[in-house]
């Protein structure tokens, strides 16, 4: 049992990082406007979220500019224009995915950035060019972490050889991340637990991006608070790919530190988000998405389910277990 | 941490009560038709369900039978229209709230009904009636259980009194009861040991009925599965009043007892439960629930603002605040 007095008290050390634009980006390919990302911005301060993930810094080559918004690449210049010199207490992220992005070229010295924080995210049998890319977003005198997917398919084994590799980098941050919403609170606990035996090892940080399949992302991201996990992924109205994300207002409701404040997150949604929604984006729980879940299985299909407005929840599961 | 042996196994012990026409019933005014009730039977004689709460036994003095749907009532023959002599594994069950039911003469002896299972529901200051009810259902052959409600917004000393007096009945299980859906895991893991430590006192059974307002009744539910709860509430598409109750769907997913089967669940909700939603009944997690729950006030503005097909969140956290 969690200590009664940790319940009433808060840890300093807990980071908040707004991922709706990334994670939301892939559900309306990064096409937001920029009175959103602006208003997002301002909300963020407001709020006391500690990051805001602006989007991926995508490979130019590989991804057609003309079919993505610009949070798809981050260009440092777009950035700028909505945070100007970012005079304010919220910092700002980036994402890096191994194999999707061309680092060598496109993360340049911090110095010459508005970015703080670069996460890097990889499968695990990608670790060796996430290291280099970690080395590399380091050198050039960033923050970065490091975000291990799909681990609810992976061995113990693997990650903890993930882990070792990871430690003995000069990263700040190692995310367990539930990319398949498929793990409940009490293995999320031993998952937690696990990561924090290395964390505790290598002087790292641990956090959490967790899914929400099967309506336990809150859940377990608070799970993972009671377990010393300190950095916490959160996305306005849970905005995210497929069944969503951990909701930002549940989170700021849930913390305890004064600093977060749940009232402009409300405001930000009322003006919003519900009108993202009513343009036709779509995301959040549905019932396929608690299927693939339930099967660990990657929410490709359900994703599909959802583009083609089908309806018949008993075929599809008929489909997947099939595939399984 | 939960054993992890305890993870993998399942107990025999555990009891799913399927509360979708009851609780759901407060969103419809309780007007389900007779195939609706009918597929939802079978349904839960399929899918290894427990227990099929058909509704409540309102007083028809008090409450206008041409106002409400049958289940409000749940005479005894309508029941039996349903199911016949229920020949099968899963049991009837009926609630009677304190001061809502004419008991004396509406609960006839067992030998004279289809239900198997009386569900008496109180308030805190109402335990002396709820007691009386207790003897009598017990008295005329019932099982019984005892939904004590509003529990987050009663003192310990109080809870701790209640259990006292309703150890020293006859009834068969007492319910943890997250009316206003404010309760986190860490909070509902000390509920429920508060709860166990009576229950292993007097030999009760202690169930868990939970709601929805902060994504955390599926949550919820598991965790109380952990610290040993076995009668579990659950509703088809999580339909019960405002934000709802635990989705049987999620909650079939995870327990291990091979009798429970999901895919049936899935198939009810199908062909069933999407066509309530588009005939315009509303339940479900929003964001007006999330703020009563984390406020832990009575859903009751929050109900209002839905049904009056209001948007503007921030003007209602403005309103609620000013309630606290």
Not at 86 to 109: E, F, H, T
Not at 193 to 201: D, F, Q, T, V
Not at 288 to 302: D, F, I, K, S, V
Request: hydrophobic share 40%; with cysteine.
């Amino acid at each position: 049992m969690k200590e009664i007095s940790k319940l009433m008290s808060y840890r300093e050390s807990i980071r908040v990082v707004d991922a709706t634009l990334r994670d939301g980006g892939l559900v309306n390919d990064f096409f937001f406007d920029d009175d959103f990302v602006k208003s997002l911005y301002l909300t963020n301060i407001k709020s006391g979220v500690d990051y805001m993930e602006f989007g991926y810094r995508g490979d130019k080559e590989m991804f057609d500019p003309e079919k993505f918004g610009k949070w798809k690449f981050c260009d440092d210049d777009d950035i700028r224009a909505i945070v100007g010199d970012n005079d304010s207490d919220l910092k700002i992220a980036i994402m890096a995915d191994v194999g999707r992005c061309n680092y060598k070229q496109d993360i340049r010295p911090k110095s010459e950035s508005p970015v703080d924080l670069i996460r890097v995210a990889t499968y695990i049998n990608q670790i060796p060019t996430a290291v280099d890319m970690i080395e590399h977003a380091k050198n050039n005198g960033y923050e970065v972490s490091c975000n291990i997917m799909a681990i609810s398919s992976a061995q113990e084994g693997d990650v903890r050889a993930a882990l070792d590799i990871l430690g003995q980098t000069a990263v700040d941050v190692i995310y367990i991340v539930d990319s398949f919403g498929a793990l409940y609170p009490e293995q999320l606990q031993r998952v937690a637990a696990l990561y924090m035996e290395y964390g505790e090892k290598y002087n790292k940080k641990i956090g959490i991006h967790a899914h929400n399949n099967q309506q336990l992302a809150f859940a377990n991201t608070i799970e993972a608070v009671g377990d010393g996990v300190d950095w916490l992924d959160a996305t306005y109205s849970a905005m995210g790919r497929g069944a969503g994300n951990c909701a930002m207002e549940l989170l700021l409701g849930f913390l305890k530190n004064p600093k977060y404040k749940v009232f402009p997150v409300i405001k930000f949604i009322d003006e919003h988000m519900n009108k993202l929604r009513e343009s036709g984006v779509k995301w959040g729980y549905d019932l396929q998405y608690l299927m693939t879940g339930l099967l660990n299985q990657h929410p490709r299909t359900a994703i599909e389910f959802t583009k083609k407005d089908r309806k018949d929840y008993a075929e599809f599961y008929k489909e997947i277990v099939a595939l399984d």
